[in-house]
């Protein structure tokens, strides 16, 4: 029935890939929405991303999986990867910093969260406690780039 709508099962995976980026990119833009200081809006936007991944774990995971091809997987994630780099150069600009690239910078922030959202898949940790990682995390980053702005 459902291959009415698609091609093949790609086609229904990658469309499930950007319904998952679309809902992470809307909740991470209504998270920091009302948030003028830039490093909260860092810091809620990091725990919004481990928060999907926890509340969505299925889809967390397809999203991020071989299944789809890498190029399309990023094409999918580019809305958030570009919401991500708004936050970063906002938070740079204020710091007065000038990132070298954006790109790396986020792939950096995106790379440490997809971790501690697979931590908090880890009964041991849980999703609270990954939610709190991510916090701490994205305050390291920051703390790095004040201190050392050439590794923004």
């Known amino acids: 029935m459902v291959y009415q709508h698609f091609v093949n099962r790609d086609a229904l995976l990658l469309a499930l890939v950007e319904i ?3 809902r992470l990119r809307l909740r991470m833009a209504e998270a920091v929405r009302d948030v003028t200081d830039s490093d909260l809006r860092l810091i809620e936007a ?3 991303y481990v928060a999907f991944a926890a509340g969505s774990p299925h889809l967390y995971r397809l999203m991020n ?4 091809d890498a190029e399309e997987r990023f094409r999918a994630a580019t809305p958030v990867i570009e919401l991500v780099v708004g936050l970063v ?16 910078t ?6 440490m969260l997809h971790g501690v959202a697979g931590l908090g898949q880890l009964g041991p ?16 980053l920051t ?3 004040r201190t050392r702005p050439d590794l923004a």
Do not use: K, Y
């Not at 150069?89 to 790396?104: E, H, S, Y």
């Not at 986020?106 to 790379?111: H, K, N, V």
């Not at 940790?125 to 390291?140: D, H, I, K, Y």
């Open 65 to 68: 999986d071989t299944f789809v």
């Open 125 to 140: 940790v849980g999703s609270p406690r990954a939610v709190q990682l991510a916090e701490q995390g994205m305050q390291a």
């Open 106 to 111: 986020c792939e950096l922030a995106r790379g």
């Open 89 to 104: 150069a906002t938070w740079a600009a204020n710091q007065g910093i000038a990132v070298r690239d954006p790109l790396q």
């Open 20 to 22: 998952g980026h679309e």
């Open 46 to 48: 990091a725990r919004c």
């Open 143 to 145: 703390l790095v780039w």
